[in-house]
């Protein structure tokens, strides 16, 4: 760590040693706050978000008073970020959509073309607004389906490809989503229950009886110990380094071009195949309970850096432009929800809760649509385990397989387009 006065004003620079033990602490913090204030609890708001805020607002602070500057150097972040995309990957089994049956084909499909309606939407009033395009994108499926993973990813990303205030764009419009998908979901489901007159009985069909959870573990050894966390460790930085190996030779073959792919989307993508092979070769014993603690620990830091090295004061001028994208992409999710998905899922119990967690996901992230699908299940006494299957491997796993890829294309076609 080091610090310097030039002008009156002190500037901080943390290196990468003090930042990751900065970016450990705060996201404690976050995990403190989230039990003990409701508020985070009841919105879904993640310990990073929380954390990482509270460094972002008091950068903020500083700046305004304009005593002091900080700097952090954040190169844990992108292997962290590439280790996430690779564990989001290796849960990518196509075996899980013949567990979800018709209702999860019908149900991923249309989450799959709400992604491109979203970026569609958010680059078209970007333009309208006369902001560049892709800070549309940022406030479409980057940060509403994608959540604060996939913006804290894409909005450095983009902002290196010269659109200013991207990265702070993403994060305000997941935050907004979170909140947003949170409050509507529930009252949405109401809505079509009473309106429809629908009967309050889940299905009773057998491969709907496992949870999401059950399914993504079967088969799989449900002990964390430290021989399996060194095993999968080792095979997601087999996979990572694949994948950045294969980011490289794209990168080659695309030279004076205008399109860029990311190698935490290389690396998925490797992940992804590498997965379905093993389900047919059974090369090696996955340990998902293990993966899921490298995932788990890999977003709290990437997540934490992210958000901790926040510049709100790019918001500023955004403010408007972004207020009019969200609230259309609001109206959107639900009138789509409520008017296109509720009939094509069968107008009954099992598909209201569905789009109570399709609104929680589609504007915020998958803990905000079990939560909804949670409410609505205590409200009406009737467990609706079809909902509880198919939402979160929608959500959490499968959505990425053409999500990713969409917003990839959505960000090289409109920093293409704007030049």
């Known amino acids: 760590m080091s610090w310097s006065f030039a002008e009156n004003v002190l500037s901080l620079k943390f290196d990468a040693l003090w930042t990751t033990a900065v970016a450990l602490l705060l996201l404690i913090v976050g995990y403190g706050l989230r039990r003990r204030l409701r508020f985070f609890e009841t919105f879904c708001i993640p310990a990073p978000v929380v954390g990482g805020l509270l460094m972002a607002i008091l950068a903020l602070v500083l700046h305004h008073n304009g005593g002091a500057s900080v700097k952090f150097t954040t190169s844990l972040q992108s292997p962290m970020m590439l280790a996430f995309f690779t564990t989001v990957g290796i849960g990518g089994s196509l075996a899980l959509l013949r567990r979800g049956g018709k209702a999860l084909i019908v149900y991923l499909v249309f989450c799959w073309i709400?992604?491109?309606?979203?970026?569609?939407?958010?680059?078209?009033?970007?333009?309208?607004?006369?902001?560049?395009?892709?800070?549309?994108?940022?406030?479409?499926?980057?940060?509403?389906?994608?959540?604060?993973?996939?913006?804290?990813?894409?909005?450095?990303?983009?902002?290196?490809?010269?659109?200013?205030?991207?990265?702070?764009?993403?994060?305000?419009?997941?935050?907004?989503?979170?909140?947003?998908?949170?409050?509507?979901?529930?009252?949405?489901?109401?809505?079509?229950?009473?309106?429809?007159?629908?009967?309050?009985?889940?299905?009773?069909?057998?491969?709907?009886?496992?949870?999401?959870?059950?399914?993504?573990?079967?088969?799989?050894?449900?002990?964390?110990?430290?021989?399996?966390?060194?095993?999968?460790?080792?095979?997601?930085?087999?996979?990572?380094?694949?994948?950045?190996?294969?980011?490289?030779?794209?990168?080659?073959?695309?030279?004076?071009?205008?399109?860029?792919?990311?190698?935490?989307?290389?690396?998925?993508?490797?992940?992804?195949?590498?997965?379905?092979?093993?389900?047919?070769?059974?090369?090696?014993?996955?340990?998902?309970?293990?993966?899921?603690?490298?995932?788990?620990?890999?977003?709290?830091?990437?997540?934490?850096?992210?958000?901790?090295?926040?510049?709100?004061?790019?918001?500023?001028?955004?403010?408007?432009?972004?207020?009019?994208?969200?609230?259309?992409?609001?109206?959107?999710?639900?009138?789509?929800?409520?008017?296109?998905?509720?009939?094509?899922?069968?107008?009954?119990?099992?598909?209201?809760?569905?789009?109570?967690?399709?609104?929680?996901?589609?504007l915020g992230a998958t803990p905000n649509a079990v939560a909804n699908m949670g409410a609505v299940c205590e409200r009406y006494g009737v467990m609706s385990h079809k909902a509880f299957l198919i939402v979160p491997l929608c959500g959490a796993v499968l959505i990425d397989l053409v999500g990713l890829p969409n917003i990839v294309w959505f960000i090289n076609w409109c920093t293409a387009a704007a030049k």
């Not at 389906?145 to 419009?173: D, K, M, Q, R, Y």
């Not at 947003?180 to 809505?191: D, N, Q, S, V």
């Not at 918001?315 to 929800?337: C, H, K, N, R, S």
């Open 114 to 362: 709400l992604a491109v309606v979203q970026n569609g939407a958010g680059a078209a009033l970007a333009k309208l607004f006369g902001i560049h395009p892709a800070l549309g994108v940022m406030a479409g499926a980057v940060s509403l389906e994608g959540g604060h993973g996939a913006a804290a990813s894409f909005g450095p990303l983009t902002e290196n490809l010269g659109v200013a205030g991207a990265a702070a764009v993403a994060i305000a419009s997941a935050t907004y989503g979170l909140i947003a998908g949170g409050l509507l979901g529930g009252p949405i489901c109401k809505w079509l229950i009473d309106k429809n007159h629908v009967d309050i009985q889940a299905s009773d069909d057998a491969i709907y009886q496992k949870s999401a959870a059950e399914v993504m573990h079967e088969g799989g050894n449900s002990e964390v110990t430290a021989d399996g966390f060194m095993k999968s460790l080792c095979l997601v930085l087999v996979i990572m380094a694949l994948g950045s190996l294969l980011s490289g030779y794209i990168a080659r073959f695309t030279k004076g071009t205008n399109f860029s792919l990311p190698g935490y989307v290389t690396a998925m993508f490797v992940a992804v195949i590498f997965r379905n092979l093993n389900d047919h070769l059974h090369l090696v014993k996955i340990n998902t309970r293990c993966v899921d603690l490298i995932s788990d620990v890999a977003l709290g830091v990437f997540l934490t850096m992210a958000m901790m090295s926040l510049r709100i004061w790019d918001l500023y001028d955004l403010v408007l432009p972004l207020m009019g994208i969200l609230l259309f992409q609001t109206l959107l999710i639900a009138t789509l929800g409520a008017l296109v998905l509720f009939p094509l899922l069968g107008r009954d119990y099992d598909a209201a809760v569905m789009c109570a967690g399709f609104v929680g996901h589609g």
